[in-house]
């Protein structure tokens, strides 16, 4: 089953339907709002993969969504709809939309235009750096070893713990967003993880940091996830 989340912002419940069929058929995980503020909700709740937005949406135009969504997410956005003039077009462009299809559309091209945006978007996702060890400051992990130590100290950390600390360093200096994080420690953005990520993170900077409230070495990135400082 693909694992990949569809947003639909879509006021027509009739078109808002059909793209839902034809996305859950080809084993798409889907998530619907019929207004823009309720997309926009559920785009930071649950970090989709792919918005398929409407411009014209009855509490807020589509491209003040497409706004409001790029001042927090890069996730790729599907503008789908009615509005044909070039200037429409361009406007998207200009707000952050990463494609246009204009209804009506065939769900061959909805499909190949979605698979497109999935594929950009792994492309632009952070590569690791791999090493056997990681030494920055007082900070030293051992990851033959997994061991973590502070000052020559060992600290204890839980296995989920440890997963999320190493995970962040083999992408030290890059911004990792809390779907990212959640996706590759728990494997899923669906339930609670994303909020028990920042119980975890809470933990390991207590752990680790000497002033938790003012942490050197993990560097919360608000409203998007998280970083290992990159001053290396």
Same mark, same amino acid.
């Not at 956005?77 to 406007?91: G, N």
């Not at 030494?135 to 100290?153: A, G, M, P, S, W």
């Given at each position: ?32 709002? @019929?207004?823009?503020? %309720?997309? &926009?909700? *559920? ?8 918005? /398929? #937005? ?94 973590? @130590?502070?000052?020559? %100290?060992? &600290?204890? *950390? ?8 190493? /995970? #962040? ?64």
């Amino acid at each position: 089953m693909s694992k990949y989340l569809i947003l639909i912002i879509e006021d027509d419940s009739t078109i808002r339907k059909f793209i839902n069929a034809s996305l859950t058929t080809q084993d798409y995980m889907v998530k619907e709002a @019929t207004t823009g503020k %309720e997309g &926009i909700s *559920l785009c930071m709740s649950y970090s989709p993969d792919v918005i /398929l #937005l409407d411009l014209g949406l009855e509490d807020i135009d589509g491209i003040e969504v497409i706004k409001n969504i790029r001042n927090l997410s890069d996730v790729p956005i599907i503008v789908v709809s009615a509005r044909e003039q070039d200037r429409e077009k361009v406007e998207a462009f200009d707000m952050g939309a990463d494609d246009y299809i204009t209804k009506p559309f065939s769900v061959a091209e909805l499909l190949a235009r979605v698979r497109v945006a999935i594929r950009h978007s792994q492309k632009n996702k952070p590569k690791a750096i791999i090493k056997n060890n990681f030494d920055y400051k007082d900070l030293y992990i051992d990851f033959d070893k997994r061991k973590v @130590t502070i000052k020559n %100290e060992e &600290i204890h *950390l839980t296995p989920i713990e440890y997963d999320i600390l190493s /995970l #962040l360093v083999r992408y030290h200096g890059k911004v990792l967003t809390h779907k990212f994080i959640a996706k590759e420690i728990w494997g899923s953005t669906l339930g609670g993880e994303i909020k028990s990520l920042r119980v975890f993170m809470a933990t390991i900077r207590r752990k680790i940091e000497k002033e938790p409230a003012n942490p050197e070495y993990i560097i919360t990135e608000i409203g998007i996830g998280y970083k290992l400082n990159d001053e290396l």
